[in-house]
C-alpha cells in the first residue's frame, strides 16, 4: 500500500495528557498536511509542510500543538496538556507540489483522538 | 476573508435522478485553486477533481461534472444518474496561498 498512513488510528487520553500522532505521507509527496475534522465539520487547516520546513501554521492552532517533519520524510503532531475539546479527527495529507502549482491532496485514513 | 459556503447540509434523492450540490467561495486573491472531495462512510477523504482561477471551463468525468463560475463565485458539482455508491459527504475547498479551506460539506443519500 503506497497511500497516506497515520498511527494510531484511534487513541484515548486523560485530560492533561500529552498524545503525539504520526503521518507517513506518500513517498514522492514533498508537501504534507495536518488537519482536524470534527463531526459534522470539514477539515481545518493546521499546519503545513514542504520538505522539511514548516511554512504556514494556522492562527486557531494553539501553542500545546507542534509539528515536525525531520527529514522531510515521516511528520509528527504533538498535543501538549491535551483538553477536552482536541477531542477530533486528526488527518494528515500529502501531494507532490511546486511553487508554483497547488495539486491535489491525498488523504489518510485520519487518527481520533479521544479526551476523557 | 477566505471562506466556502457548502449551504445543502444533507441531499437525499432516488437513485437516477440527478442531484447538484452547490459551492460558494469567497477570496481576494486572483489565483486560487478549488477542489472537491468525497468522504464516503468508510472515511477517507477522495480526490475528485482541481480547478484553478484561471481555467472556467467546465469538466466532465463520467457522470460527474463541474460548473466552475468565477462571475457568481461558484464552483458546483452534479452527478448524474446518481448511484447508491455515491452516498456520501461532499467538500468543497478553496486553496489559496499556503492554506486550504473546506466548506462544511455536502451529506448525499442515494435510495435505492
Known amino acids: 500500500d503506497t497511500g497516506v498512513s497515520q498511527d494510531p488510528r484511534h487513541k484515548i487520553t486523560k485530560r492533561g495528557q500529552n498524545v503525539t500522532f504520526r503521518c507517513d505521507p506518500i513517498s514522492e509527496h514533498n508537501r504534507l498536511y495536518w488537519y482536524r475534522q470534527t463531526l459534522g465539520q470539514g477539515p481545518e487547516f493546521l499546519t503545513y509542510?514542504?520538505?522539511?520546513?514548516?511554512?504556514?501554521k494556522s492562527r486557531l492552532l494553539s501553542d500545546r500543538f507542534s509539528a515536525e517533519r525531520p527529514k522531510g520524510s515521516f511528520s509528527t503532531l504533538e498535543i501538549q496538556r491535551t483538553e477536552q475539546g482536541d477531542s477530533a479527527m486528526y488527518l494528515c495529507a500529502s501531494s507532490p507540489g511546486s511553487v508554483l502549482t497547488s495539486y491535489e491532496q491525498y488523504f489518510g485514513p485520519g487518527t481520533r483522538l479521544t479526551v476523557t | 476573508a477566505q471562506k466556502v459556503t457548502q449551504a445543502q447540509t444533507e441531499i437525499s434523492v432516488v437513485e437516477k435522478e440527478d442531484v447538484t450540490l452547490d459551492c460558494v467561495y469567497e477570496?481576494?486573491?486572483?489565483?486560487?485553486?478549488l477542489f472537491w472531495y468525497k468522504q464516503p462512510p468508510s472515511g477517507e477523504l477522495v480526490f475528485l477533481i482541481r480547478?484553478?482561477?484561471?481555467?472556467?471551463q467546465n469538466e466532465i468525468s463520467g457522470r460527474y461534472s463541474w460548473n466552475f463560475q468565477k462571475s457568481t463565485s461558484s464552483f458546483n458539482f452534479t452527478i448524474t444518474a446518481s448511484q447508491v455508491v455515491d452516498s456520501a459527504v461532499y467538500f468543497c475547498a478553496l486553496n489559496t496561498g499556503n492554506q486550504f479551506y473546506f466548506g462544511t460539506g455536502t451529506s448525499l443519500t442515494v435510495i435505492p
Open positions: 477570496t481576494r486573491d486572483t489565483t486560487y485553486y
Open positions: 509542510f514542504q520538505n522539511e520546513a514548516q511554512l504556514e
Open positions: 480547478r484553478n482561477s484561471f481555467d472556467e
